[in-house]
């Protein structure tokens, strides 16, 4: 039986890994970033009032589903403002320590990442309170009956929170943010540039209507759309066997043929996930725990990366009993439901 990281592989690129390779493309200044031109045109007046004071900028919060460019902005950030850059991944701080730790080695102006700032355990949370507000760290010392604790004042800097479930922070962590960002899904004209650039750098031949065929099925999603290109470019290069062909439309369809991606950007995942809602549940409403066990796949890439495409695309309809099909899924699987209940194919 195939384990649930083959079923993974298989389906989806819900689990896409950050690698070396989407660094070498990853904008480096404002002016790179393609769209988000609210977010960007805000953050180009913080940025620069915040040097004129010689202060650093205020705290940050970007929301928004994975890959719309949370971490590019908090780099850009640090990069235009000339300051040092640290990350960490909240999961990853286990105990309060952890974090008192990374807080008290910062330099002055230093921006401090925190990614998926929603997952921080509740004691580390409490302890950025203080620091995010009065640059005061307040750390644990001693066991027991000699239990103590220091203070120590921080110097000056900005923290970056990024999370794709904003509705998760809590009210006091969020008023904690002078500075809110919500990051929208990309038109298929900013992926089509976010292509060009890409495309420029990785050096790929291509023509034009071969990066629009991707930019159509990248999930609104630039890491979806760079990945996409990645993976036509190894089709079409195994294809044509010369570095030097540009990737053709049909050679990028043909490609998504063999990905199983329509030409909406659906996965076998995206399909698989709508089928068994039709199927087993007879259209839903359904909560994602017994998806996720039929589909093996774990509840955080069904909630944060499937879903919110297939809402978008009116495919599905949260309700507070749970997730719905609507009549466009039904079309779109080529399903009809029976006056029973039951489905047949028409
Ligand atoms: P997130 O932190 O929201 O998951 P990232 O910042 O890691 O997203 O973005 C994923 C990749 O997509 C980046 O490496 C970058 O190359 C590209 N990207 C994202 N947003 C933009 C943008 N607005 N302009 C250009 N490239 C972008």
Known sequence: MASSKENKTKHS????????IELQVRPQTLSAFVGQKDTVDALQAYLKAALLRKEPLDHVLLSGPPGLGKTSLARIIANDSHAGFSQVTAPNIKRPGDLAKILSSLQAHDVLFVDEIHRLPAPAEELLYGAMEDRMLDIAVGDGMVANSIQITLPPFTLIGATTRPGDLTAPLRDRFGIRFHL???SEDDLILILERAAGIWKIEHEKIALQEISKRARSTPRVALHLLRRVWDYALSESNNLHEPIHAAAALNAFERMHIDGEGMTKLDRLFLQNIAK???????????????????????????????????????????R???QEAYTHLGLKKHKTGDLFEP
């Open 13 to 20: 690129y819900a689990n896409l890994e950050r690698t070396e």
């Open 184 to 186: 929208e899904f990309y």
């Open 280 to 322: 087993h549940y007879d259209g839903g409403p359904v909560g994602l725990k017994p998806l996720s066990a039929l589909l093996a796949e774990d509840i955080t890439t069904l909630e944060d990366f499937v879903e919110p495409y297939l809402v978008r695309r009116a495919f599905i309809k949260r309700t507070p009993r749970g």
């Open 324 to 326: 719905m099909l609507t």
